[in-house]
Structures are given as structure tokens and as C-alpha cells.
């Protein structure tokens, strides 16, 4: 019986399949496994907008938004109602092929990454033999839109904001990529479902998640900066800080593209969350061993929740970080780190299991940390202040 | 060195979210127009015009002497005095203003119109939820409009009221006691020639 | 030469021949990336995942990146006055075409023309690790030196440039 609640999905959509003629039915296997994506994701993303709006209103002290129904729960939709009916205005100089095309290539270029993580057991749309390369791929394509928005508006502090959004992007592509490779040396396969399954075992009742291990742990805080700084948010939402900057690279943008903006911004959240839950935290598998019975895509949503949970407490928790100080912590803290914490998955793979490799490990992760943290505050050269005081 | 000050942080706001959801303090949220602040005694709108007892055209303290009308910068009064006289509250009959208007789409709320006005008539009101949607005559208000009673200005402004009660009162007994002095002086005075003719006329 | 061949070739060649004509210059470079995008795609087409996946990221995640700062850096976007076609036209057909000829000749006079449809590579990621780490791991080796030194040499340029504004 739970097997059953678990492949319910993948049990349907060959119910479904079945009263299709033969020759369509790669096709149709292909929409019945595309449309869920495209109807539970923008769901996802009206639902994150009103949590983040009250999470966010009650780490402030005060109420979100709870006027528009019960506890505010449709103010999702009057957020839809007011993008679709406001006026679509187009700067006159603008360039309007290209100003048409950016939140389109935004939205699809993130979409594109949910065709392989994992959902469920058996529950992917496409099980690609290199799927987190196909992820990383994709996920460069955003840049190009980020430009295309920043230079079609003929704004300069859209572009402004544009060519400081695709020098952040760029620079912290690096760390994740490489954070991620520490899991693909230690699962020996590209593909998301193997990497899955490689931590699908449990040692007692705990799991043999990635993230359990110093070299993972480390990996995973590494991936979460990173993801954090490829969808612009706080606190490294430079481009497009409402105070520094009104919107950045989409300020010529309005009516439902900015929405559409938003959307592809949130679901390039959900997706490297989506990947950070496949990597590290055992995508589909049970935290314990006697909970496996629970079906399987409610551990992913319930993991994808948290991690949702905890963009939105650090959004409401730090202040954003200046550029230099963005590109500082890229370029001296986070590559290093990326690159020692691969050498570091080598020394773990290499040892006997047991205690020394996990106190060898831990030390080899804490003593670089501590290093390049002070590296990095030592930049602070304050000069010698002289005061004049109105005479 | 491992982000301490930022976890440090992190447990702040937690602190703060959690407690949202349990403590006041971490709530300061009221919920207009449901619920309301306590009115602060010193605020200030709009002025009205006081009157006392029940009638607001015989009890209206204003006797049309035009001072604020003057004195008002952004010049928002408009009165016309009347020809006749009414008695006022102690019966002495004075000035009434025919017409009194406020334009309040103009009024700056300065106060200068309570500050010279020699009878107490004029004070400033705390209502604000005043919107209206006709931008022109609603906001000219006129005499009756800006008629309210002295127990309305003692809700608004308890200790001034009382003040300005005391004051009245003062001034009022003050009153009576001269006129009081003069007709008992008047009934001596009265008696005693009469006494003087009586006792003139005896002898 | 099934359908998706055509397509994604027809969209390649149209990108790339935009790339060329275009008058503005931020539109040939992002014709540009849509060519190789269609290349990306006809490598997969032809079951190279890795190479196809390798492609977007490496041509449209850095090589487009870097030709769009290019032009954001020197601000160099307005429309093109002058011509598009040279007046050289004739010596540049002459000599694409000759090239041309020559590819085609190499292309149908070799093994790989006659031999029937390959069956499914089996050149997995695994394989192409293996053999970067077998076989060809002194050009892996040399590459990453050019790559390192490439990247000093960027570095001192960039410092040299700061000393001297400074």
C-alpha cells in the first residue's frame, strides 16, 4: 500500500498512456510528464510569494499581507490579477525584439532545469546520463537574458545593474559547479538518479546523506551561497536592490513580464534547491530509516519547503552586500574553499572509514575557513581620519 | 570565523518570528481600522466651533469679533457678522456670525485661530477619517458643520476643557458677584433715599 | 537526414548567416549564441551528450558572455552606417567558396562518408574521464598550463592597469 501512494503519479500516467495509439505515445509520455512540472512549479511560486511576504512581515513585527481573504491566502491571486491587467509599456528607444525576448528566455532557460532533478522514486522527465551537467548548462543561459533585459531597455542603470548582474552570476558559477563536483566524484556518475541513489542507504537510522560528512557539509553551505547568489537575492540582490538601483536590469519592465521576471527568478530558486536537496540532502530518501513508508515526493516538497524557508530567513536577515565585497568573497573565500573542500572528498575516499578520517576531514574543512575568513577581513585598510571642523 | 555573527543574527530574527506568534512586543502591529491606538490629548486637525448647552446656534460662544479671520495665515476663514444681537450664555446679548466658513482643503492646521480667539470659541478638533468625494465643496465647511458641544471638546481635550470651564466659570462668578455688589449696592442706595425721604417727609 | 537534422540545421545556418549580416551589433551576437545553441543541439542530435551539454555551457554560458561584455565595455551598439556588403565581396566568395570546396572534397573522399550510420556511441562521461586520465593526460596537463598561464597573464595585466591609475 504505501508503495502504491508512493509511484501513484508514475501508476496514472501509464493508466493514461494506455488508451493513447502507439505511435503518439512518446509524445504523450512526454507532455503527462512535463505538464505536472509546468502546474505544480508556478503553484510553488504563488505559494512562496505570500510565505516570504508574511514571513518576512513577521520577522519584522508586523502582519504580511491578510487582508485579501483568510490569513491573506488569495493575495497570490490579486498579485496575478494586477500583473496581467496593468499596462504593458515599452520604452520608445528600446529595443523591442530583444526587450520581448528576454523574460521568455529567463523563464524557459529555468524551467528547462526541472527536466532533471529527481521528484520521487521513479518521478524524473528526463533521466539524462549527464543530467547535472545538463543543469549547469542551462542554468548559464540566464546570464544571456539578464543581458538581454539590461541592454534592450537603452536604460544606463539598466545596464548598470545588468552588467553587475551577470558579474555576480558569473563569479559564483564557479563555486557552485565546483561544489558540486565533490558529490559527483563521491557518487562516480553525472546522472541525478544515481546520485540519488547512492544515499539511498541508512547506517542504523540515520541516512547516508552527502551532507553528513565534513567535505559534504562544507559542499552544501558552498552550494546554498552559491544558489543563493545565481537567483539575485538578498542578501545579494545588488541588481536589483529596490533601494540602490529601483529594479535594476528590469526597471524598463512591466505589467506581466515583470511578473514573469519574478517567476523565472523564483523557479531558478526552486531548481537549485531542487538540485542542492539531489546532491546533498538524498533527494527523495526518508531522513530515518523507519520513516521510508512516508511517500517519496512528500520528502522532496517537505525538504524543498525548508530550504525555501531558510532563503527567506536569511533574506530577512542580512543586510545586502556591497559589489566589491560580493566579488571578494566569490574570488578569495568561496573558490578556494570549493577547490581544498575536492581535495578534501579525495582524502575522505582514500582513508579507512572511522573516526580519524572524520577528525582529519574536519580540521582540513575548519582551518582553511578560519584562514581565508581572516584573509578577508584583513582587507580593511582604514586611513589615518583627519577632521576640520567649521571654524 | 564560521559566520558566527551571522548565525547570531539568524537566531535574533528567529526569535523575532517565533515570538511574533506569542508575545505583543514582537506584534506591534494594530490593525486599523479594527482596532485603534489610544487618542493622544495634544493632536490636532481641523478647528471647530464650541457651543454650550443643548442649542448649537443659541449656545455658540463665537460673537463674530473677526480676530481669527485676521490673524489666520493661510486666510481659510470666511465670516460675516450678523446686524442683530443674540444673548449669549450669560444672557448678555451679543454678535453672532451670520455666516462661518472653513476651507479646509486650505487649513494648515496652525492652531493661531484658537490661540487669539478671546472667548474660547474655536478649538482644534482630532477627527481625521474626513475623506469625502467631491473636492471642492466638500471641504468649505460651514457653520453648522463646525458646530460641536462642549461635552464633545471635553471627550477630545479633557484637560483643556476643564481649563477652559474653570476659566468660564471663574470669569462668570467674577460677574455675578460685581453685578451682584452693584444691585445690592443699587437696592442700598436705593433704600436709603427712600429711607431719607420717608424719615424727610416724617419730620 | 531526418527532420530534426533539418530543422536544427536550417535554425544554425539562419543564426549564424544573421551573425553576419545584421546591423546591429548586440543582435550578431545574439545570433550568434543561437547558432551555437543549434550546434549544441546537433551534437545531441548525434547522441555526444557531454560534448553538446559542454558546448552550451562553455560557448553560450562563457563565449557569448564575453563577446556581450566586450560590447557593454566599449558602449559600441549603434546601428552600422556604413554598408554591410564590402567591396570586396567578390575576392571573399572566391575564397569561401574555394574553402568550401576543399572541406567538401576531405569531407566526402574520407572513411566516414561511406561507412553506414555508426551504431550509438558508446562514449559515456565515464569513458571520456578515463581516457583524459589514461590516455590523454599530457595534453590535459599542457592545456591547464596555457589555461593557468593565460590567467596570470590576465592578472598582471589587470594589476599593471591599477598600478597605473593608481
Known amino acids: ?391 | 570565523m564560521f559566520g558566527e555573527g551571522l548565525l547570531k543574527g539568524m537566531a535574533e530574527t528567529a526569535r523575532n518570528f517565533l515570538g511574533s506568534y506569542v508575545s505583543k512586543d514582537r506584534l506591534t502591529t494594530v490593525q486599523f481600522p479594527e482596532e485603534r491606538v489610544a487618542p493622544i490629548e495634544a493632536s490636532r486637525n481641523f478647528p471647530f466651533l464650541v457651543y454650550d448647552g443643548k442649542d448649537w446656534q443659541q449656545g455658540m460662544r463665537c460673537v463674530s469679533c473677526l480676530i481669527c479671520e485676521k490673524e489666520c495665515p493661510p486666510k481659510c476663514i470666511f465670516i460675516e457678522k450678523s446686524t442683530d444681537k443674540k444673548p449669549d450664555a450669560t444672557g448678555k446679548p451679543q454678535f453672532y456670525p451670520a455666516v462661518f466658513n472653513i476651507d479646509v482643503s486650505v487649513c494648515m492646521s496652525c492652531q493661531i485661530c484658537v490661540e487669539v480667539c478671546p472667548f474660547d470659541a474655536i478649538k482644534m478638533d482630532v477627527a481625521f477619517e474626513l475623506s469625502t468625494d467631491n473636492r471642492f465643496d466638500d471641504l468649505l465647511w460651514d457653520k453648522q458643520r463646525l458646530a460641536k458641544s462642549n461635552e464633545y471638546y471635553g471627550k477630545i481635550h479633557p484637560t483643556e476643557a476643564a481649563a477652559v470651564d474653570a476659566q468660564l466659570a471663574e470669569g462668570r462668578a467674577k460677574l455675578e458677584a460685581k453685578s451682584k455688589l452693584t444691585t445690592e449696592a443699587k437696592a442700598v442706595g436705593a433704600a436709603v433715599p427712600s429711607a431719607q425721604t420717608v424719615s424727610g417727609v416724617t419730620e | ?166
Open chain 1, 1 to 391: 500500500m504505501p508503495e502504491t501512494i508512493d509511484q501513484i503519479f508514475v501508476i496514472v500516467k501509464h493508466w493514461l498512456l494506455g488508451y493513447v495509439p502507439a505511435e503518439v505515445q512518446p509524445l504523450f509520455s512526454a507532455l503527462l510528464s512535463v505538464v505536472p512540472i509546468l502546474v505544480v512549479f508556478p503553484l510553488l511560486f504563488a505559494i512562496t510569494t505570500l510565505l516570504e511576504r508574511k514571513g518576512l512581515g513577521r520577522i519584522q513585527n508586523r502582519y504580511g499581507p491578510n487582508r485579501t481573504g483568510p490569513y491573506g491566502l488569495l493575495q497570490p491571486i490579486a498579485d496575478a490579477v494586477k500583473s496581467l491587467t496593468k499596462e504593458d509599456v515599452v520604452p520608445h528607444t528600446a529595443d523591442e525584439v530583444v526587450h520581448f525576448l528576454a523574460p521568455l528566455l529567463l523563464v524557459s532557460a529555468a524551467l528547462l532545469g526541472y527536466a532533471v532533478l529527481p521528484v520521487g522514486r521513479n518521478m524524473i522527465v528526463a533521466n539524462l546520463n549527464a543530467g547535472v551537467l545538463f543543469f549547469f548548462a542551462v542554468g548559464s543561459l540566464v546570464e544571456l537574458a539578464v543581458f538581454m533585459a539590461g541592454w534592450s531597455s537603452r536604460n544606463k542603470y539598466s545596464l548598470l545593474g545588468a552588467m553587475r548582474a551577470i558579474a555576480q552570476m558569473i563569479s559564483y558559477e564557479v563555486p557552485l559547479v565546483l561544489a558540486s563536483i565533490v558529490v559527483i566524484m563521491a557518487a562516480g556518475s553525472l546522472s541525478t538518479v544515481a546520485i540519488v541513489k547512492a544515499q539511498a542507504g541508512y547506517a542504523g537510522i540515520w541516512p547516508h546523506w552527502f551532507v553528513f560528512t565534513p567535505w559534504g557539509f562544507a559542499g552544501f553551505v558552498l552550494f546554498m551561497i552559491a544558489a543563493t547568489v545565481e537567483s539575485n537575492r538578498s542578501p545579494f540582490d545588488l541588481p536589483e536592490g529596490e533601494s540602490e538601483i529601483i529594479a535594476g536590469y528590469y526597471i524598463e519592465y512591466s505589467g506581466f513580464k515583470f511578473a514573469l521576471f519574478f517567476l523565472g527568478e523564483y523557479l531558478g530558486m526552486f531548481a537549485t534547491s531542487g538540485m542542492a536537496i539531489t546532491l546533498f540532502l538524498g533527494g527523495w530518501a526518508a531522513p530515518f530509516s523507519f520513516l521510508t513508508w512516508v511517500p517519496s515526493y512528500f520528502w522532496f516538497f517537505s525538504k524543498l519547503l525548508v530550504l525555501i524557508a531558510g532563503f527567506i530567513w536569511v533574506r530577512g536577515t542580512l543586510p545586502r552586500l556591497r559589489m566589491d565585497q560580493l566579488m571578494n568573497f566569490a574570488w578569495r573565500f568561496m573558490l578556494p574553499m570549493a577547490l581544498l573542500n575536492i581535495f578534501i572528498a579525495g582524502v575522505w575516499h582514500f582513508m579507512p572509514a572511522g573516526l580519524s578520517r572524520w577528525l582529519v576531514c574536519i580540521i582540513l574543512v575548519a582551518a582553511p575557513c578560519i584562514l581565508l575568513s581572516r584573509g578577508l577581513k584583513k582587507e580593511k585598510k582604514l586611513q589615518v581620519r583627519t577632521y576640520r571642523f567649521a571654524e
Open chain 3, 1 to 166: 537526414m531526418t527532420v530534426a537534422f533539418l530543422i536544427l540545421a536550417a535554425l544554425t545556418t539562419a543564426g549564424m548567416a544573421a551573425a553576419m549580416g545584421l546591423r546591429n551589433l548586440v543582435h550578431c551576437v545574439l545570433a550568434l549564441t543561437l547558432g551555437f545553441a543549434g550546434l549544441a543541439a546537433l551534437y545531441l542530435q548525434l547522441g555526444a551528450q557531454f560534448v553538446g551539454f559542454t558546448q552550451i555551457l562553455v560557448y553560450v554560458g562563457a563565449v557569448a558572455i564575453l563577446a556581450v561584455f566586450a560590447i557593454m565595455m566599449t558602449q559600441s551598439a549603434g546601428s552600422m552606417t556604413r554598408p554591410v556588403f564590402s567591396s570586396a565581396w567578390l575576392t571573399g566568395s572566391l575564397v569561401a567558396g574555394s574553402v568550401f570546396a576543399v572541406l567538401a572534397w576531405a569531407i566526402c573522399s574520407s572513411a566516414a562518408s561511406r561507412k553506414m550510420l555508426p551504431p550509438e556511441p558508446q562514449a559515456t562521461v565515464h569513458q571520456i574521464g578515463d581516457a583524459l586520465m589514461h590516455r590523454f593526460v599530457l595534453p590535459l596537463e599542457i592545456i591547464g598550463l596555457l589555461l593557468t598561464v593565460a590567467l596570470i597573464g590576465a592578472v598582471v595585466l589587470a594589476m599593471h592597469g591599477k598600478r597605473e591609475t593608481q
